[in-house]
């Protein structure tokens, strides 16, 4: 039976040796291939935390053992338990009795001065400076301001500052087209999640329309309703991987029905996101148009609201972090051949009342005139 080799055996040989700099070389490259969902970004994780603690560098070592939590094998996740308690335990103090103090003494300064000059005339011209250490100047953790910019570096990873926007259009009866808009805050050029989300989306088949310095707008076609769905499930899904999250599949239930004059449409939405921590600067949210407000049954954690006068019929729903996304609607699209139909049936019924009327008045049937 062939063994699958291991992705990161030049990276374990790395740090047998203690040459923990060309450790962290190698594996930074492979973060945004293996996230730390899976045993193979648990494991490169734990490496690079490895490398970290060899560097002294405590903070960042912390942040990679907490992304091994969201790993399934149960042995990954206890081995980063137990880097993370050593990490975490405070330093002792050295008890004073422990070290032995020397009382001021004013022959110091002169003696040191002697030894100093002894120490040069024995020393050797040009001599050749010792070899570096593989591992490089051991420097002091520098503690909670390097865990802050730790944290603040994976939620940029993980599409903080970035605006996500899903668009659901209802065309013709039994249609709908997705729309997924991604902007970067304050102008910011586009992220490396941002650049790998629009990448999956435009695998899936969705076109971008239109692109700035600071986002992207991708559409897809006007097609069946179930399509679209589809394709909005395997977006949400995409984006999950992307982030590292084991998010549960959306549940989607579109019933449509036919009743001559218009069609009936009821969708329900419900996305579990309690899995997901809230990251600052992310914006989720769902735009449904065209729409009146009077046709959303249910929406929580956070209300549908609409956008205003301009676009009356166009609303938003917020997504909301660490929670369970509920949506239920249900409207009608009338149609115009159907309501005409009915109008003239109407209107024959109605002339034929009239006359009917007009015979029993006396006046018998309407004729031509001679």
Not at 29 to 55: E, N
Request: glycine share 10%; charged share 20%; with cysteine.
């Amino acid at each position: 039976m062939t063994q699958t080799p291991d992705p990161f055996a030049s990276a374990r040989l790395a740090l047998e040796r203690g040459d923990y700099g060309q450790v962290l070389a190698m594996l930074d490259p492979l973060v945004a291939a293996y996230p730390p969902a899976t045993v193979d970004g648990a494991q490169l994780q734990l490496l690079m935390a490895t490398a970290l603690m060899g560097q002294g560098n405590s903070g960042r070592a912390m942040v990679c053992c907490r992304q091994v939590k969201r790993c399934a094998d149960p042995g990954l996740r206890a081995q980063a338990r137990d880097l993370l308690e050593i990490l975490e335990a405070p330093a002792l103090e050295r008890p004073r009795e422990w070290s032995l103090t020397l009382p001021e003494l004013g022959e110091a300064e002169p003696l040191a001065g002697r030894l100093q000059a002894m120490a040069r005339r024995r020393r050797p011209p040009n001599p050749s400076p010792p070899p570096a250490p593989p591992v490089g100047p051991t420097r002091a953790p520098i503690g909670f301001a390097a865990l802050v910019l730790s944290l603040l570096l994976l939620g940029l990873l993980l599409g903080g500052c970035v605006h996500i926007r899903t668009e659901l259009h209802f065309g013709a009866p039994g249609r709908l087209q997705l729309v997924e808009q991604l902007r970067a805050a304050d102008g910011r050029p586009p992220l490396p999640w941002q650049r790998q989300f629009a990448a999956s989306l435009r695998r899936l088949g969705m076109r971008p329309q239109g692109q700035a310095a600071a986002g992207q707008r991708l559409e897809s076609a006007m097609q069946p309703a179930a399509d679209t769905l589809a394709l909005l499930r395997s977006s949400v899904e995409e984006a999950g991987r992307l982030a590292g999250l084991q998010l549960p599949p959306p549940s989607l239930r579109w019933r449509e029905r036919n009743f001559l004059v218009g069609v009936r449409q009821e969708l329900g939405l419900e996305l579990d996101l309690r899995g997901a921590d809230p990251v600052p600067g992310l914006e989720l949210s769902l735009d449904l148009e065209p729409l009146r407000p009077r046709a959303i049954r249910q929406a929580s954690p956070q209300p549908v609201q609409p956008l205003g006068p301009s676009r009356q019929f166009t609303l938003r729903w917020a997504l909301q972090l660490g929670a369970l996304n509920q949506l239920q609607l249900a409207c009608w699209r009338w149609s115009p051949l159907g309501l005409g139909a009915v109008a003239i049936a109407l209107g024959l019924l109605l002339v034929l009342v009239l006359a009917g009327l007009r015979q029993r008045l006396g006046f018998g049937w309407p004729q031509l005139p001679a």
